[in-house]
C-alpha cells in the first residue's frame, strides 16, 4: 500500500514522516518517529497513556489517524522537558513518588499539564474528573493528585 | 491488510463527492472516537475515510440572528464547552456532551458522531432531542432536514440515505422561562455507558410548565421522544401527581434489553426516577431565565 508523506509540527518542530493511511498517531510516534514516551495500554481509548495535545488540546493519539497530524502542532511527553530541567509536574511527580510502573506517568503528565494550563487553581474534585480518562494500576491516584495539586500552588506562587 | 484511502476535502460538495462515489466502502471521519475503536477491533473495514473536519462548516458554532444556535457536526464536545454563551442557553445539551468519555475523548467527540454512530446509549441524543433540535443533512440530491428524533433507526443504523452526511444541527431560540437537563444512570461516576439517558427541555411561565419535551436513552433500540411525559408535565406546576404521570409515561415507553449493565425491570424504573430528578433541575434552571 502507497505511503502516506505527512507534515507536521511535533514538539515545536517541524517534522515529516511516512506512514500508512490507517497508522494511529501513536502508531507513527512510537513507530517512524521514535517518539516511544507515549505508550500504548489500551488502544481505545479508555487508559490515557497515549495522553497528546493536538493544537493545544488533549487527545488520545489512539484515536487519531496520524495522517490528521497533517499541517497541525502536535506535542508529546518528549516536549515537556527543556534539555536537562524537568517541568515542575515531572520533579514534583519524582518528588513525591507518584509513579511506580510508570506506564501510565507520560500520559498522566501530559493530561495534567494540560489542566493547569487551562486551570491554574483546580480544586481536588476538578483534578480527579480531568484525570478520569487516565488510568493506573500502581498507586492508587492518591500521590498522583497530591503531586498535581502541590504543582500547582507552586507554580502559583511563582 | 485493508486497502484504505484517507481524503480530507475542503469542502462540502467535494466531501459528498468522493463520499457518494466510495458506496457502501467509505466512512466519515468526524473525532474518530467511535470509528478508530471499530477499526482497530477489526468490526469495520473502510475502504475509504472522508475526514470531514477541514469543512468549515462542519466545525463551526454559530448564535443564529433569532437566537438559536447552528453547530456543525464535527464540533468537539471541548469546543462546545469553551463557547460563551452555548452552556448557558443549553447547559442540559452540553451537560450530556460532556459525559461523553474522559476530557481526553472530549477533545474530538462530536454530536454529529454521537448520533450517527446509532447507540441507543449515546448520551447527547435525548438531550438534543428534548431540545428540539433539527438537523441538517446533505446528499448527491441536496439538502434536507431532518428532527433529531428520526435520524436514528436502531443499533447502529441511521435514516441518512446513501451518500448523506450530516452537516450540522439547529436549536431553536428559547422563549424567557425556558431550561433544559440531561441526567444519566450509570454505575460510576465517570467513562461509562448510560443505563438510562434522560433529557428533559422546559418552559415555565409563573411557576407552570408551558412547553416540555422529553427524550430517553437506552431503553429501547433508538433514542426516544416521550411526547406523553411532555403532555402530563405541560400545564402542571409539577406537582407530584404531575411528575408521577409524567414517570409511569416513561416508564411505559420503554423497550429495554436485559444486559450486564442494567436488567428490564431496573432500566423501566429508573426512566421514571431519573424523568422526576432531571425535571427538577430543569425547573430550576428556567426559573432563573
Ligand atoms: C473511552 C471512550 C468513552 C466513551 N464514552 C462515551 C459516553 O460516555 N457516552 C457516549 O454517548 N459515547 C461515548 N463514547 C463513544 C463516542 O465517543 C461518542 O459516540 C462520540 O460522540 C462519537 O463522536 P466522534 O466525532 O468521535 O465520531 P466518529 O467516530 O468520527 O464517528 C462515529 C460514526 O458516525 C459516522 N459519522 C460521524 N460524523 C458523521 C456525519 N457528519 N455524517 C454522517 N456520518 C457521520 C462515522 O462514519 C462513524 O460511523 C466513548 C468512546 C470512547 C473511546
Ligand atoms: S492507548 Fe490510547 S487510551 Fe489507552
Ligand atoms: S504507575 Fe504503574 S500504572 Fe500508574
Known amino acids: 500500500m502507497a505511503k502516506v508523506h505527512v507534515t507536521t509540527l511535533i514538539n ?74 524537568l517541568h515542575p509536574l515531572q520533579q514534583k511527580f519524582l518528588e513525591m513518588a507518584a509513579l511506580q510502573c510508570g506506564i501510565c506517568t507520560s500520559g498522566m503528565l501530559v493530561a495534567s499539564d494540560a489542566l493547569l494550563k487551562k486551570n491554574p487553581d483546580p480544586t481536588e474534585e476538578e483534578v480527579r474528573f480531568w484525570l478520569a480518562g487516565n488510568l493506573c494500576r500502581c498507586t492508587g491516584y492518591d ?16 | 491488510m485493508t486497502e484504505l484511502r484517507y481524503l480530507a476535502p475542503d469542502t462540502l460538495d467535494e466531501a459528498i463527492g468522493a463520499f457518494a462515489a466510495a458506496g457502501s466502502a467509505a466512512r466519515i471521519l468526524a473525532g474518530g472516537t467511535d470509528l478508530l475503536v471499530q477499526m482497530r477491533s477489526g468490526v469495520l473495514k473502510p475502504g475509504v475515510i472522508v475526514d470531514i473536519k477541514k469543512i468549515p462548516e462542519m466545525t463551526a458554532i454559530e448564535e443564529t440572528a433569532d437566537g438559536g444556535f447552528r453547530i456543525g457536526a464535527a464540533v468537539s464536545g471541548m469546543a462546545l464547552a469553551e463557547h460563551k454563551t452555548f452552556g448557558k442557553v443549553w447547559p442540559g445539551v452540553l451537560e450530556a456532551i460532556n459525559l ?38 446533505q446528499g448527491p440530491n441536496g439538502r434536507r432536514e431532518m428532527k433529531v428524533e428520526d435520524v436514528p433507526a436502531g443499533p447502529g443504523r441511521t435514516n441518512l440515505k446513501p451518500g448523506e452526511i450530516l452537516v450540522s444541527f439547529s436549536l431553536p431560540p428559547r422563549p424567557p422561562g425556558s431550561s433544559n437537563a440531561y441526567l444519566r444512570m450509570i454505575p460510576r461516576t465517570e ?31 433508538t433514542v426516544l421522544l416521550v411526547e406523553d411525559a411532555a403532555k402530563a408535565l405541560i400545564g402542571s406546576k409539577l406537582d407530584d401527581a404531575a411528575l408521577a404521570r409524567a414517570a409511569s409515561a416513561c416508564s411505559a415507553a420503554c423497550r429495554p ?25 430543569a425547573a430550576k434552571r428556567a426559573q432563573g431565565n
Request: hydrophobic share 40%; net charge negative; with cysteine.
Open chain 1, 12 to 85: 515545536g518542530e517541524p517534522t515529516e514522516f511516512l506512514c500508512e493511511p490507517n497508522d494511529t498517531m501513536l502508531d507513527a510516534l512510537r513507530g517512524p518517529l521514535g517518539l516511544t514516551g507515549s505508550k500504548e495500554g489500551c488502544a481505545s481509548g479508555d487508559c490515557g497513556a497515549c495522553s497528546i495535545t493536538l493544537d493545544d488540546r488533549l487527545v488520545c493519539s489512539c484515536l487519531m489517524l496520524a495522517v490528521e497530524s497533517e499541517g497541525h502542532e502536535i506535542r508529546t511527553i518528549e516536549g515537556m522537558a527543556q534539555g536537562d530541567r
Open chain 1, 143 to 158: 500521590k498522583i493528585v497530591r503531586a498535581v495539586m502541590e504543582t500547582a500552588a507552586e507554580m502559583r506562587a511563582q
Open chain 2, 100 to 137: 461523553i468519555g474522559s476530557k481526553q475523548v472530549q477533545g474530538r467527540a462530536s454530536a454529529g458522531g454521537n448520533l450517527c454512530n446509532g447507540s441507543p446509549a449515546g448520551d447527547s441524543v435525548p438531550a438534543m432531542v428534548a431540545a428540539g433540535a433539527v438537523v441538517t443533512v
Open chain 2, 191 to 221: 467513562m461509562d455507558i448510560a443505563v438510562v439517558g434522560c433529557g428533559v427541555s422546559l418552559t415555565m411561565n409563573d411557576g407552570i410548565v408551558t412547553a416540555a419535551r422529553v427524550g430517553l436513552g437506552a431503553v429501547a433500540p
Open chain 2, 257 to 281: 434489553i436485559d444486559d450486564k449493565r442494567g436488567t428490564i425491570a431496573y432500566r423501566t424504573k429508573v426512566a421514571g426516577v431519573l424523568l422526576k430528578r432531571t425535571a427538577a433541575i
